[in-house]
């Protein structure tokens, strides 16, 4: 059974466009044990995230506040990143290698989601920025028509990002190449060279304007902070949490580099390691969302509790 965790290397002296996928074979039990720990963590994490987005339905007071609203969406969002990868993982081991067409559908959603997190949190920080530093202007700046607007805009700019690969190779590839089987991978999937070069642009890019973002609203708030209420200081809290989630999802921008690091280091746990590292950059930071919100909000922790209980009456 195979590692669903592969290496792809590119030979650039005799044949530049071809990828050669070197294979790291797992035994049974590890594979077994893999894939249980991927699925109940998947199951466990969308299950979390399901009791939020309930909550968030059944009480009208979280429709009129663009943080739940950009909250919900990130749920949201979390929830069809994380159902992707872990049906993506599984496929790696049960078929190994599905249709090109249906592996450029769930790659293309799985980027979008990807890239969507990112966004979304840099949104959420100057949310709280505006909240705090701007407290008189949050009313008519962070409206509910805005914010769906916001939500709209980072799903365009994710599309614009992502899409060119389909074009790309839509525009490079044979016909039997979509007719043919790969190990689903994104570099399988968008094999052409120039779209290697068009992400490493364009991660860099959202590795400065989020991270800017990040930096900016904190230290605008922590300055705030200093002399003002306790709220400041609860939202100068999140941002840092929203930083550490960021870093976790932005490390997926460095992945490649990491990829061959690993492959160095530890050449006889190659798949082990990489298989850490999926867990650390794609499933873990969906389960820090519900700590965020789910847990540290006063206002969101009632009515969870609420629900949870099954408890009904006044609200």
Known sequence: MFSPLLDLQEM????????????????????????????????SINYINASLIQTF???????????????????INDMIQVTLTVILFIISYTLYKINVSVC??????ALFTTENTPLNLACMAVECYIAICL????????????????????????????????????ATEQLDFFHSRVFCLRETAFRNPHIIKKRDVTYIMYLVIVWFVIFYTYFKILFTARTASKDAKKARNTILLHGFQVLLCM??????????????????????SLFACYIIVQILPRSISPIIYGIRDKTFRKYLKRYLLCKTGPQ
Request: hydrophobic content about 50%; aromatic content about 12%.
């Open 251 to 272: 490390a997926t921008y460095a992945e490649p580099m990491l990829k061959h690091a690993l492959q160095q280091w530890f050449p006889k746990n190659y798949p082990d």
């Open 57 to 75: 339905r059944k009480n009208q007071i979280f429709y009129m506040n663009p943080r739940y609203i950009l909250f919900f969406h990130l749920v």
């Open 12 to 43: 650039n002296e005799s044949s530049p466009n071809v990828t050669v996928v070197i294979e790291y074979r797992d035994s049974f039990t590890k594979a077994v044990t893999k894939n249980v720990i991927v699925v109940v963590l998947g199951i």
């Open 104 to 109: 450029c559908v769930f790659i293309l959603l």
């Open 135 to 170: 407290p008189l202007h949050h009313v008519q700046i962070c409206t509910v028509k805005r914010t769906s607007m916001l939500i709209g805009l980072i799903w365009i700019t994710s599309m614009l990002s992502v899409l060119p690969d389909l074009f790309i190779t839509l």
